[in-house]
Structures are given as structure tokens and as C-alpha cells.
């Protein structure tokens, strides 16, 4: 939710797993990065980082076995829209998503 004149308004974040291939010895290539786009201030483009490391921390304790962030690369978008995109309330709503496509299960 964002904070708007009016109460709130929901906010929507977008997110997508890219997985990396394998060169030539059959090692992942890349792997682990964050792409953000969107309309985002500062305080969103940081709070896309420190989620990117919650998820990274929970996911190692939910499901220690799991490499899905060393083998993926995560793209993260948050559409362009009226409501303003400058807060650090959204961090619960990324760490989610991320945790949603690391462990393949669906945000109820």
C-alpha cells in the first residue's frame, strides 16, 4: 500500500526469475543479479536492494539447499501508475515476491 491523500492506494510490483545458462564447463553463467525498472525514487530503488538481501537471508532459512539466487537472475518492475513511488513500505511487498518465485508457490 502507499500512502496517498485520499488513505492508500495499492501498489503493484512485477516479478520475474531469469534463468542463467551454462558455458562451456558447464558452470552457471552470471547469476544473482537484480534489474529494477519502473518508476521508482530513491527511497524505492533502495528498498529494492535491501529486499533483494531479506529475501536472499529467509530464503536461506526456509530452504537452505535451494542456489535459486545464485542461478537466477531476478527483474523487478513496478508499473508506472499515479500514486507516487517513493517509500520504504513496499519492502515487505518485494521480499514476498521474491520468496513466491524462489520457492515456486503462489502469494495468497
Given at each position: 500500500l502507499a500512502y496517498t491523500s485520499m488513505?492508500?492506494?495499492a501498489l503493484y510490483i512485477e516479478t520475474q526469475s531469469i534463468r542463467r545458462g551454462l558455458d562451456s564447463e558447464g558452470k552457471t553463467r552470471g547469476g544473482g543479479?537484480?534489474?529494477?525498472t519502473g518508476q521508482l525514487g530513491?527511497?524505492?530503488k533502495?528498498?529494492?536492494?535491501i529486499a533483494s538481501t531479506v529475501a536472499r537471508a529467509r530464503l536461506s532459512d526456509i530452504k537452505p539447499?535451494?542456489?535459486f539466487f545464485d542461478i537466477n537472475d531476478i527483474?523487478?518492475?513496478v508499473p508506472e501508475g499515479a500514486t507516487p513511488k517513493d517509500g520504504p513500505s513496499a519492502g515487505v511487498t518485494m521480499v514476498t515476491s521474491m520468496l513466491s518465485?524462489?520457492?515456486?508457490?503462489?502469494?495468497?
Open positions: 488513505g492508500g492506494s543479479t537484480l534489474k529494477v530513491d527511497v524505492m533502495e528498498s529494492t536492494q539447499e535451494s542456489n527483474h523487478m518492475h518465485l524462489a520457492l515456486d508457490r503462489p502469494i495468497r
